[in-house]
């Protein structure tokens, strides 16, 4: 099973900053990533899948990069709607899909 | 749009068994794979099974592999996950969710239904 990791934990920023979450994978994916959003009593959204591409109505301030086992989620100005938990997903290892713990971004 | 309901969850002994519901709408259901996923309370996502479009094909997680069973009919474009010989540690959230069909991904969710295993 590849084991997905994501740090931090809990990212503390202030509003209109910049938020750079990690993504790190046990072994390559190459670019079979997905970001999805999760906002408290909520189903997750997808944002971004192939490591870089926005899913459909994903804003711009919303991007991914990397490739093999290093992964980033940058939201470029955090908006109030963007505090959420965001969980990375690798789909190379198929039939296995597994997810990172998760990092919370919170209002600092 | 596209709509998935889930229904079915509720408290259940261990060693139980329940039937959990997935209602779809808003896109050609005979046309996707489709998957579960579950959150345990205050925990991260576990993905669960998967359903190829026909129903010919079932992927399961190790965790829930001989007792859990995916199903789909869709003449009634719903999706179904038969839970067998439950255990306190399936207690979760569980989400139906539409694979994106290039990749295997979710790109629509479902509010989730929760099943509680306690005694």
């Known amino acids: 099973e590849i084991v997905m990791t994501q740090s931090p934990a809990t990212l503390s920023v202030s509003p209109g900053e910049r938020a750079t979450l990690s993504c790190r994978a046990s072994?390559?994916?190459?670019?079979?990533l997905a970001w999805y959003q999760q906002k408290p009593g909520q189903a997750p959204r997808l944002l971004i899948y192939g490591a870089s591409t926005r899913a459909t109505g994903i804003p711009a301030r919303f991007s991914g990069s990397g490739s093999g086992t290093e992964f980033t989620l940058t939201i470029s100005s955090l908006q109030s709607e963007d505090f959420a938990v965001y969980y990375c997903?690798?789909?190379?290892?198929?039939?296995?899909?597994?997810f990172g713990g998760g990092t919370k971004v919170e209002i600092k | 749009q596209v709509q998935l309901v889930e229904s079915g969850g509720g408290v259940v002994q261990p060693g139980g068994s329940l039937r959990l519901s997935c209602a779809a709408s808003?896109?050609?259901?005979?046309?996707?794979?489709m998957h579960w996923v579950r959150q345990a309370p205050g925990k991260g996502l576990e993905w669960v099974a998967f359903?190829?479009?026909?129903?010919?094909?079932?992927y399961y997680a190790d965790s829930v592999k001989g007792r859990f069973t995916i199903s789909r009919d869709n003449s009634k474009n719903t999706l179904y996950l038969q839970m067998n010989s439950l255990r306190a540690e399936d207690t979760a959230v569980y989400y139906c969710?539409?694979?994106?069909?290039?990749?295997?991904?979710?790109?629509?969710w479902g509010q989730g239904t929760l099943v509680t295993v306690s005694s």
């Open positions: 969710a539409k694979d994106q069909q290039l990749e295997r991904l979710f790109d629509y």
């Open positions: 072994q390559s994916v190459s670019s079979n």
């Open positions: 359903i190829r479009y026909d129903g010919s094909n079932k």
């Open positions: 997903q690798q789909y190379n290892n198929w039939p296995s899909l597994t």
């Open positions: 808003g896109f050609t259901f005979s046309s996707y794979g």
